[in-house]
């Protein structure tokens, strides 16, 4: 296991750095590293969106050898075919997820899971200053490039958030 650093092709990507876990045909699986080395979460990616994949060359793979998280892992299962697939098993559980429309503009939305209908997903959000968005928001599948768990600013915001607020079952999704 190497840490690599994936450049991609969406007018608005960031580089992306870590392990990669998984590769599918549609989307792959990275254990994502921030400066320094430090594990913050997974991060899935289209594998067409990738233009150049290097190896890290820094302080970062040494350091992140010493973490106790080393080596990162995954066992769950994961379809990596489809992007309802992978968000449904990503972001399964009540924890937030935070997607990205790297084709269109810079910007996370995160939330909670709301459902998968058809050809979009519907995300209960979480403003930036920790407050629920009033009721889901939707977003289609084919525009997003990126999904997120497990990171270290959704584990925060989610603390101030708190409980997701109940679904509203009058709602026809």
């Known amino acids: 296991m190497t840490l690599v650093r994936v450049d991609r092709k969406p007018k608005h990507a960031d580089r992306l750095e870590g392990i990669v876990l998984r590769v599918g045909s549609r989307w792959a699986l990275m254990a994502q590293t921030v400066d320094g080395g430090y ?3 997974l991060i899935a990616f289209r594998v067409q969106d990738a233009r150049q994949i290097t190896d890290d060359e820094s302080v970062s793979v040494a350091f992140a050898k010493t973490l106790p998280e080393w080596p990162p892992t995954y066992t769950p299962e994961l379809d990596l075919e489809t992007t ?9 559980s009540d924890h937030l997820l935070g ?7 810079r910007a996370t939305w995160i939330g909670a899971l709301d459902t998968i209908t058809g050809r979009f997903v519907y995300l209960h ?7 629920w968005h009033p009721a889901p928001l939707g977003y289609k599948l084919r525009a997003i490039t990126t999904v997120e768990v497990g990171r270290r600013y959704y584990a925060a915001l989610s603390v ?13 999704r």
């Open 39 to 41: 594990f913050d979460g």
């Open 84 to 92: 309802a697939g992978v968000i449904r098993e990503l972001g399964g």
């Open 99 to 105: 997607i990205q429309k790297e084709s269109e503009r």
């Open 125 to 131: 959000e979480v403003r930036p200053d920790g407050t």
């Open 160 to 172: 101030v958030a708190g409980e997701k607020p109940p679904r509203d079952h009058s709602d026809p």
